[in-house]
């Protein structure tokens, strides 16, 4: 965390496709800076309230958005008329859609993620299906402690652009930073998304334990393990072990696992208090990316051979029926030894 | 380099060598100046003393004189003037007219030498190269490199495992109709009587390693990067050096890529015709490595440091070459030159008209790489980022191209079920003085060689690795037997042997290297 840049006005174009909480949070942001912001929806009611009503009745009724915002249903033209695009699809169809795009990038465009989540089978994160897709190379993953409520009212934030790419860093910093919204800037990108998608498990466990009761001793304990797993995960991918306890990782790790307005630890909390998995993830009404990632994750550490107990306890309960509270308490058995931290 | 072109180079080079340290902030003339002052002291205290010793001497001594209390001016001057003395001696041996006519004799020569024909024989044949295509043997897409050195300037990267890379890249590249490839290559292979002869005449420049200043670095790569851009194809080892262990390539000297890419870009901004540079990533895969031992004696010395230069290697005696050649031969060993698919400075595919492509086959514009906000602006952090991308996709290609052969494959198992049997923890140790009498059962070894070659051929279909014919089609008894052939060619004490129903190792070092080239594929 070194870099800090000022936002000023410059007449960059900006994309975003996509039109969930998240995606439609950074659209604004950027807008609120000035800068004329297109999103790609597919859904035409939700193009018709953006662009007339400017609301997105369906993920974020509740506030009002910035004019600069044109919502469209061509993926041509947004992809097109952009200098940097912010895509924030679901991680399953991540693929599909920088595919579909690819026809119409060129190399001098910047495209960010900001989408959490290691893919099916492949096991890449988002920014190598955006390499290996498409021509781009200016690319960036946009990370942190970013709950879109919050950010929507106005509240404080920081967040992390990690790119290889000092320009993709300086000009992200420069469309979305603001008085209310501080930019960091990394370099380890692939540090920045592991720990992006898995600590989605990790507040799904955070949240099983508060479902479940366990007290707030219990749930840190949790939290605390998750963090060491994931980066154990992550340095043999390459990753760098500072990226840990910066705002992508501890920070976002405590903004997902001890807050109501995350959708993963909403999720957990309904498993937790012995909902049935499918209820709960109805009830959540959102793509709930912490699910998919506990099955790819298992996977993924298994292929490697790497022992991740907190994310094998959450996978069992998630896709082997494992009981919740039985699961829990071998994961938190004392034992009559200590272990070294 | 043609001799004009060597001209027109000696003043481009230093003026533009200037030009970039004064346009640095970060680092001082001075400090440059400084840095060549402590390099040069330091290796001339090292170096033999003869006659380019008292030179070197004379020339360092007037610098370091002359650096005391220098002004901007003089300060500018001294730089060039040590830029033009390393250049001179990168680019000295080397002699345009013989360049001409050895470009045309010299593969003739090689060819000769590798089929270890006596001069007799030679007369005898009237002058006719034997053909060596039997056992050097050129696959991949070497095509694609034919056609597209026509539309741009092509920088080959190879592998590199023995000295005989460069020799039989070059007479390959000859056999396929393309001009020859400028490239640097070490001063103690231009002190050896057999490179030395070739080296010269060709199109090889010299580059010392004991010479460590910036600017000599920095001299090296602008020769490197002037000469792309005057059309020079040029042949880069990537990884730097020798692979000490046998393990393919994995980390990427950078400096030297790179210089493609600022090759296009100077040829953008200077409108040139054809402006594009082409990346061929190959494999170079020996059955038999000549110098094997040499080098993994030195990995092992080294815990994996290697020294960059090997100066008690007697591997490259003439008449040593000419009999392991000879054997070599005798015993069918193959020698495989394997092109991988071209990639432009970005990392990028390169379809055989020359346009950058990306995977779903649109067509890249990719010239506007080097564009921000709308126009071409120099940015070195963002090439260099580019470069590293490049890097990562020649190292992908390397793995995937890496052609494995039934000595690596057997060598592989067989190592595999010795370090199983040995209890202690030091590796180093076991392969360097093992303790206990080694030997595997035939059937465990044909029990575990049935279940890699099946995890292989799967990889091969998916293109995560080449296998070589014979273990495309044998079966693991063929395939053994086959690499016992050579057991007694890969060292004075044999790697493995078979005995009864056994199989035995006196050397564990030459077993390991040879077991190498499977590492990293997690298998």
Known sequence: MDIVFKGEFMNYKVGIIGSGSWGTTVGHLIALNGYKVSMYSRNKKQIENINKEHINKKYLPEFKLSKNIEASNSLKEVTENSDIIFIAVPSHSFRDTVKKMSNYLRPDQIVISLTKGIEIKTYNVMSQIISQESCIKLIGVLSGPNLAKEIMKNQPAATVIASKFDFVIKTVSKVISSDRFMVFAQRDVTGVEVAGALKNVIAIASGIGEGLGLGINATSFLVTLGISEIKYLALKLGAKPETFYGLAGTGDLMATSFSVLSRNFRFGKMVGKSNGIEEALKSVNQVVEGYTTTEVAHLFAKSININMPILEAVYRILYKKGKVDEVLSELLKIRKDYLWE | ?523
């Open chain 2, 1 to 523: 380099m043609k001799k004009e072109d060597i001209k027109i180079a000696e003043n481009e080079i230093v003026s533009r060598i200037l030009e970039n340290n004064l346009k640095n902030k970060k680092t001082k003339l001075i400090d440059i100046l400084y840095d060549i002052i402590y390099h040069e002291k330091k290796r001339l205290k090292t170096e033999t003393k003869d006659k380019t010793y008292q030179h070197d001497k004379d020339f360092f001594k007037y610098i370091i004189n002359k650096s005391k209390n220098a002004n901007k001016s003089t300060q500018k001057k001294l730089l060039q003037k040590v830029t033009a003395y390393y250049l001179k001696e990168i680019t000295s041996e080397f002699k345009p007219i013989i360049y001409e006519i050895s470009t045309r004799v010299l593969p003739v020569s090689i060819s000769v030498m590798l089929n270890a024909m006596s001069p007799k024989k030679i007369i005898k044949n009237k002058f006719t190269p034997p053909p060596i295509e039997h056992n050097v043997i050129t696959t991949g897409e070497y095509k694609k490199l034919q056609k597209i050195s026509k539309k741009g300037t092509v920088i080959i990267v190879p592998t590199h495992l023995s000295n005989l890379d460069s020799p039989l890249i070059g007479l390959m590249i000859y056999k396929l109709g393309l001009d020859p490839l400028v490239y640097g290559a070490g001063l103690n292979l231009f002190k050896n009587k057999f490179f030395g002869f070739f080296m010269s005449k060709l199109g090889a420049y010299k580059v010392d390693r004991r010479k460590k200043s910036i600017l000599y670095k920095q001299v090296l790569k602008e020769y490197a990067t002037f000469s792309l851009e005057r059309g020079y194809g040029n042949l880069f080892f990537p990884g730097g050096t020798r692979s000490r262990s046998g393990i393919i390539e994995n980390k990427l000297k950078k400096g030297l890529l790179g210089t493609g890419l600022d090759a296009y870009q100077n040829n953008l901004k200077n409108n040139k015709k054809d402006p594009d540079i082409f990346f061929v990533p190959l494999t170079l895969n020996y059955q038999v490595v000549l110098e094997a031992e040499t080098l993994i004696d030195d990995y092992l010395a080294d815990a994996g440091k290697s020294r960059y230069i090997i100066d008690d290697d007697d591997s490259f005696k003439i008449s040593k070459i000419i009999s392991f050649m000879d054997k070599m031969m005798s015993l069918d060993a193959k020698i495989i030159l394997n092109f991988g698919e071209p990639i432009d400075p970005f990392g990028n595919l390169v379809d055989e008209n020359g346009n950058s492509i990306d995977k779903n086959g649109n067509i890249i514009d990719k010239k506007r790489y080097l564009y921000e906000d709308g126009k071409l602006v120099e940015d070195a952090q963002r090439n260099r980022a580019y470069t590293e991308i490049l890097a990562e996709e020649i190292v992908k290609s390397y793995k995937s191209n890496n052609v494995i052969m039934s000595v690596n494959f057997v060598s592989f198992i067989a190592f595999k079920l010795f370090e199983k049997q040995h209890e202690s923890s030091d590796f180093y140790k076991f392969i360097k003085e093992p303790t206990i009498d080694l030997s595997i059962k035939l059937s465990n070894f044909y029990k575990e060689s049935d279940i890699l070659l099946k995890k292989l051929h799967k990889m091969h279909k998916n293109k995560k690795i080449t296998l070589s014919e014979k273990l495309l089609e044998g079966k693991s008894e063929e395939i053994l037997s086959d690499a016992l052939k050579f057991s007694n060619l890969l060292s004075n004490e044999a790697p493995l042997y078979r005995k009864g129903i056994r199989l035995y190792s006196d050397n564990l070092k030459v077993l390991f290297y040879y077991h190498n080239s499977l590492d990293g594929y997690s298998l």
